[in-house]
């Protein structure tokens, strides 16, 4: 466990040394063009950033009341077990988009277990808390006061779920897939292809660097590109 915790801390590390796009455009070399999030979906803070295997959590539309619901691992909270150290909490909302699925609380009770965010296509609440909590990035939909209960439950930890994309309807995001987001938007990443999206960034990283130094001593922006092929 200490190695599998310490080599997610490392390939988060590497993910915050770089930005969405560049990442992105590594996805798009790999045929894998349609792994953004929902443009709407951002931080409530800019400056936001976040990267971790997702611990994904499944809402579906759901009126019962607490005594008719009978999945008891959601319904005691002691689903909150099954977090470890560096995931983020990322929530597909099926689509119900008044309520607040997430707030301050599940936020404490996921960061105490490990989580680093929360992602959520959907809602969420306590937004003037959470904005204030140290080092727990939130990315969302849009923010609401309504309580979620008797309009949507939780209806799968851990498994596959649905998230709204930019250039798809849907994405497949499964357990352990990575999520890194920062001001521009929200990308995932499928857990096989991580560390050849690392190697391959921070390669590109690499060039940029070369290309904006080159550029900023003077060198002519055409040159530049010809010389390394990436603007």
């Known amino acids: 466990m200490e190695r599998h915790t310490a080599a997610i801390a490392a390939a988060a590390a590497r993910f915050q040394k770089l930005y969405t796009a560049a990442v992105y455009d590594i996805l798009d070399e790999m045929g894998l063009p349609n792994q953004c999030m929902d443009l709407q979906i951002r931080g409530l803070d800019r400056n936001m950033r976040i990267a971790g295997p997702a611990f994904t959590v499944a809402c579906t539309l759901d009126v019962r009341e607490d005594h008719e619901y009978d999945n008891e691992e959601v319904r005691t909270f002691t689903f909150f077990r099954r977090m470890y150290p560096g995931c983020v909490v990322l929530i597909s909302a099926a689509g119900e988009r008044k309520a607040g699925h997430w707030g ?34 939130v990315f969302t939909r849009y923010l609401s006061p309504i309580e979620s209960r008797k309009r949507t439950r939780i209806s ?74 990436r603007l």
């Open 104 to 137: 301050e609380l599940m936020s404490t009770g996921s960061k105490a277990k490990g989580a680093v965010g929360v992602v959520v296509d959907g809602g969420i609440r306590d937004g003037n808390i959470l904005i204030g909590m140290e080092n727990w990035p």
């Open 156 to 229: 799968g930890i851990e498994v596959p779920i649905s998230i709204t994309g930019t250039l798809t309807s849907q994405i497949r995001v499964d357990p352990g897939d990575w999520i890194f987001g920062d001001m521009d938007g929200v990308i995932t990443i499928p857990a096989n292809k991580v560390e050849a999206v690392l190697d391959r960034a921070e390669e590109i990283m690499g060039i940029e660097n070369r290309s904006r130094n080159e550029i900023r001593a003077g060198g002519d922006v055409a040159d530049v590109y010809a010389k390394y092929g």
